[in-house]
């Protein structure tokens, strides 16, 4: 069935499903270049933290702008009025297999019959949230980092997207800030993301195999590619238990890969060093934190 991509978008909402790191950086995005933004939560605190963090990071993203009128953003306990009339709905939510695919079943129901349905999954593809689905036609994955200041974007289909709806979207999107790029096939981890996850790993073997130490590598890193941080700074920041849970899932499909970069992560993680949210991981000069880090 072919599918009509939306003719006025410029004049309707964009909808974000789920409030949390990325769920309002998305939506900080949209806001500054203009367009009205519902932001859905069921967490009363999550919807009022994301609209605070837009409301005082937009003045100074949008003074960046030329010619362009900030849009307005809102958050909505219902998930009906979020998604009333928005030409384009991005879920953000928690990585959940079965929660995603309930979503994506109410986000079928409740959404314009022309609203573009996107998930920022990174780690399914949009093929698996079909289950509720009527009109997989217009479901993708529009991958985000971590905008404003990673704006690149993976589009990937979910084997039955509209090629109306894929061509669509790679060419509104750069009027957003945006650089979209295709995942021209189903592809575990898209494309910026299966790079680093190759430069990652091969880090960790090093040190793993004794050759180098994180601080070692990560120097030779920033002086060779002229970085800020080297990979194990990074990988720190993001959170070593998430690391761990990316290169297991990468592993579930590629068993060929060596053992030896989660068996370095597990061994930090026993020490309880998770990285910056926990004040030590590969480094030990993160401010140590008050509470018990909370799981990302």
Known sequence: MSFNVPTNFASRPVAVVGAGTLGRRIALIFGAHGAQVRIHDLAEA???????????????????????????????????EAVHN???????????????KQVFGQ???????????ASNS??????????????????????????????????MSC???????????????????????????????FIFNRVWA?????????????????????????????????PFRMMDKVGLDVVLDIEEH?????????????RLLRSYLQKGRLGVKSGAGFYDDYPRPTQPPIDS
Request: glycine fraction near 6%; charge should be negative.
């Open 250 to 262: 990468y592993c579930a499909e590629h068993p060929e890969y060596p053992e030896g970069p989660r």
């Open 198 to 230: 190759a430069v990652k790993r091969e880090s960790l073997e090093v040190v793993a195999e004794g050759v180098s130490t994180p601080q070692e590598v990560d120097r030779m890193f920033e002086i060779n590619t002229g970085s800020a941080a080297g």
């Open 159 to 189: 084997g039955e997207t509209d090629r109306d709806v894929i061509d669509f979207v790679l060419a509104t999107l750069p009027g957003f800030g945006l650089h979209p790029f295709e995942a021209r096939r189903e592809s575990t981890g």
């Open 107 to 117: 986000l079928d129901e409740l959404s314009a019959a022309d609203a573009i349905l």
């Open 46 to 80: 999550q919807r009022r933290a994301a609209v605070d963090y837009v409301w005082q990071n937009l003045p100074a993203l949008a003074d960046r702008l030329t010619g362009v009128v900030p849009g307005h953003v809102s958050a909505d306990a219902d998930l009906a």
């Open 122 to 155: 990174s780690s399914y593809a949009s093929r698996m949230f079909l289950d509720k689905v009527h009109r997989p036609e217009r479901v993708l994955n529009i991958h985000f980092y971590m905008p404003p200041k990673q704006n690149a974007v993976d589009v």
């Open 86 to 100: 928005a030409w384009l709905v991005i879920e953000a939510i928690p990585e959940r297999l079965e929660l995603k």
